[in-house]
């Protein structure tokens, strides 16, 4: 088998474990209305068991950055996969609360497995922003499925959950073309779509610092309107589960839209702009959908804010993942936004008890636009000013402006459109003193010689 298709099989592996793994939280608004619904819990008590399976999501990403690459990705993602289809599954079978709940974390466990071997393998290829932006369009159009089909499927908390769990045992065959072991022999070998691992301390440790902090709270307004939008649907908005997960299937189905946009788009715009001027839409779907009180209004806020949440994510996730080859911030990012994930629901389900859902929207805006600015801000930092044909040419001159143009030229002596340009350190060059009063008019152009 050629680099190249090994290197298509493991991307094929990486985007179907991070569907896998992102499904949970994806599903979140109908688990959550579920597990109300058909335990008999309160709002506040299904988000609490909706915050709890998130939360051992997030905590089995940040267990697994620093000991990621000495477990091995197919081990690793094996493991993951067979915590969630025993946890979830477990927590199907049963409607003993405690049972249901410790089904949930376990299968949250598997998740966070599942989601931080994705994002350590995708941050390791050369275009981390591509293999971002398939995995978001493999999770949305099977989730955007799923909101069609659970409805028929029967009500009670099960469905949902064994879905989750046929689609750990579905991707569990692709695993074998991961990397059974640690690529620590000599020269770490490149396989093809990926950059050689590089060793040493994390780099960018304040903007990797300043951008999980953002994407913690960015994750938590998300996911504070996403779990209990479901009940905005059918108690404010007075509309059928069905309909609401029409609503939900259509809103994914923008978020496929989206996403496509976004790779179409790649970095034309660089990083900081998708994620400032997103943000800040975001916050006013927010606003829109929370205060929805019919069909027309909900849907348009549940719509757009899907359109634009996957682009904005995917953006976060390849500045996250550009920041450190190894993929140590890419797991460290999404753990810290798994974890704000995690916080949602029960934030939600308690803010709309406190200040009824119009409020609660209230408060997640404000909390978007305050984050927006230094993550925006970490993006301008990490990506620097766009190569553009003068930068190349006042840099490299028409030699790099060649190779620039030449498809064929090794990948890492391309100049890449959004790559921050490289500093020129001046160098100063001794001139013996009897030549330091020559000017401008002591020389004089070169012209051919007469000479035949």
């Given at each position: 088998m050629s680099s190249r298709s090994r290197g298509a099989g493991a991307?094929?592996?990486?985007?179907?474990?991070?569907?896998?793994?992102?499904?949970?939280?994806?599903l979140l608004p109908t688990v959550v209305g579920r597990l109300s619904a058909g335990l008999g819990l309160t709002p506040a008590q299904a988000g609490l068991v909706g915050?709890?399976?998130?939360?051992?999501?997030?905590s089995a990403g940040f267990a697994l950055a620093a000991r990621g690459e000495r477990v091995g990705p197919r081990r690793a993602a094996r493991a993951g996969l067979l915590a969630m289809i025993v946890g979830y599954g477990s927590a199907a079978a049963?409607?003993?609360?405690?049972?249901?709940?410790?089904?949930?974390?376990?299968?949250?466990?598997?998740?966070?497995?599942?989601?931080?071997?994705?994002?350590?393998?995708i941050a390791g290829r050369r275009d981390p922003h591509r293999g971002s932006t398939l995995g978001l369009l493999s999770v949305s159009a099977t989730a955007g499925a799923l909101y069609l089909t659970l409805p028929h499927l029967g009500s009670g908390h099960a469905p949902p959950l064994l879905a989750i769990a046929c689609a750990a045992v579905l991707v569990w065959p692709v695993t074998g073309r991961l990397p059974g072991a640690t690529r620590a022999r000599a020269g770490r070998e490149q396989s093809a779509g990926s950059v050689t691992s590089v060793t040493g301390p994390l780099p960018y440790r304040r903007a990797g610092a300043v951008l999980a902090g953002g994407i913690l709270c960015w994750s938590l307004a998300q996911n504070a309107l996403w779990g209990v939008?479901?009940?905005?649907?059918?108690?404010?908005?007075?509309?059928?589960?069905?309909?609401?997960?029409?609503?939900?299937?259509?809103?994914?189905?923008?978020?496929?839209?989206g996403v496509t946009a976004a790779g179409a788009l790649g970095s034309r715009l660089g990083?900081?702009?998708?994620?400032?001027?997103?943000?800040?839409l975001i916050a006013g779907c927010v606003l829109l959908s929370s205060s929805a009180g019919d069909l027309v209004s909900f849907a348009t806020g549940e719509i757009l804010w899907n359109a634009f949440y996957p682009v904005v994510l995917s953006y976060?996730?390849?500045?996250?993942?550009?920041?450190?080859?190894?993929?140590?911030?890419?797991?460290?990012?999404?753990?810290?936004?798994?974890?704000?994930?995690?916080?949602?629901?029960?934030?939600?389900?308690?803010?709309?008890?406190?200040?009824?859902?119009?409020?609660?929207?209230?408060?997640?805006?404000?909390?978007?636009?305050?984050?927006?600015?230094?993550?925006?801000?970490?993006?301008r930092h990490v990506s620097g000013r766009p190569l553009?044909?003068?930068?190349?040419?006042?840099?490299?001159?028409?030699?790099?402006?060649?190779?620039a143009g030449n498809a064929s030229a090794t990948p890492s002596l391309v100049p890449q459109v959004g790559a921050p340009e490289?500093?020129?350190a001046p160098i100063r060059v001794p001139v013996p003193a009897a030549r330091r009063r020559l000017t401008k008019s002591t020389f004089g152009l070169a012209r051919p010689s007469d000479r035949g």
């Open positions: 991307l094929v592996a990486l985007v179907a474990l991070f569907t896998a793994g992102y499904l949970a939280p994806y915050s709890v399976l998130l939360l051992g999501s997030s049963t409607g003993t609360v405690p049972l249901v709940v410790a089904g949930a974390v376990l299968g949250g466990l598997g998740s966070g497995t599942a989601t931080a071997v994705a994002a350590a393998g939008s479901g009940r905005i649907g059918t108690t404010q908005a007075g509309l059928s589960e069905v309909t609401v997960g029409a609503v939900f299937a259509a809103a994914l189905g923008a978020g496929l839209a990083r900081a702009v998708p994620i400032g001027a997103g943000t800040v976060l996730l390849g500045l996250a993942a550009s920041l450190d080859p190894r993929g140590r911030w890419a797991v460290l990012v999404g753990s810290a936004s798994s974890l704000g994930v995690a916080c949602g629901p029960v934030t939600g389900s308690l803010l709309s008890e406190g200040a009824g859902y119009p409020g609660m929207g209230a408060v997640l805006c404000a909390l978007l636009l305050l984050v927006a600015a230094p993550m925006t801000a970490v993006a553009v044909p003068g930068s190349i040419r006042r840099r490299g001159g028409a030699p790099a402006a060649v190779l490289q500093p020129v």
